[in-house]
């Protein structure tokens, strides 16, 4: 194993010329996967890259600051909510809605981290969670955001149509490049802010936030700041998350959605960028694409369907997509703490130290 020398290969973006290759062929990867996706794909993948973004936001929360969350479905729906009234109601252009309800999101996350300074472990988590419902229930209630029956998404232009400039995004295709890019950005950025004193400070904390403050971490500064910057990534992501889906009504962002956002994050592993990028895109993909459909899955569909004809209802199939991520789950904090992630570290161990 290499050995560091000097400090700044510590705070280094790319650390060697080996994962700046594999980095730009991903990319390109990435790029080019409109090309020979059919398109159901393609939306697949939006969803996905959408939730990617908000894993890696709350695990800047959960994973570096140590700080459970249950109620990013909220902030999720401020992002969502947000973005569609500011572009309907106020004329302001998407990429200025965006950031906008982003911002709004994270003052809500400042407020919400005002408790985490007194409240850990579950205690933070109901308090979490009951901000989520709130926030859910408040939203289906005043007619100025739809009510019960939701709300459409306009078209997504990201022109500024006042000043005569239009140029509206009508395919998935063009919606993906878009939100890809968004996602590199705040990927990036989430790398690089965890090689900040800030970053260090959100580690301080987890492990330790009475050595923290010994040392001179503010805890109120950096505690609320941790809720904030989690709740910005998951403004951007629920109000890219409104026009992928086109239509959303409050139901949309209920307790069970905070929960699987928590899952992604856990089942990819706690403090990782890198995990919550894998732990997101495999919880989506069982969700939207493999156990969507129980009784279509290969070789276990007719079982699964006599099990339940037997023992439950063929109504409840569709829960044993529930009882397979809950499984995942406890496998994962059983088996292998460190998630998705610490499967990675083990095969690139195999790898450099193959055949030995």
Known sequence: ??????????????????????????????????????????????????????????NILVG???????????????????????????????????????????????ILGLPALRLEGPYLAIATLGFGLAIMHVIGTWDIFGGRMGLHAPPLDLGIPKMGFSWVLESDVSMYYLILIIAVIMIVSAINLMKTRVGRAFVAIRDSDIAAEVMGVNLTIYKTLAFAISAFYAGIAGGLFAFVCGFFDPFTFNMILSIVFLVMVVVGGLGSILGAIMGATLITYLQYDLLKNVSETPYLGDFLISVSRKWFTVIG?????????????IGIIIFEPLGMYGVWIRIKKYWMTWPF
Not at 66 to 83: C, E, K, V
Not at 317 to 329: D, K, Q, R, T, V
Request: glycine share 10%.
């Open 1 to 58: 194993m290499d050995m560091k020398r000097e400090y700044y290969e510590d705070i280094e973006l790319i650390g060697s010329g080996v994962v700046l290759f594999w980095s730009a062929a991903f990319l390109i990867f990435l790029f080019t996967l409109p090309i020979y996706m059919p398109n159901y794909y393609i939306y697949l993948l939006n969803i996905i890259i959408v939730n990617v973004i908000l894993a890696v936001g709350l």
């Open 64 to 110: 570096y600051t140590g700080q459970i969350s249950l109620g990013h479905a909220g902030f999720f729906a401020i992002g969502a909510y947000g973005t569609v009234f500011l572009m309907t109601h106020f004329q302001i252009p998407f990429v200025f809605a965006l950031p906008l309800a982003a911002f709004i999101a994270a003052f809500f996350g400042f």
């Open 317 to 329: 199939l569709e829960n044993f997509g529930s009882i397979a991520l809950g499984l995942i789950m």
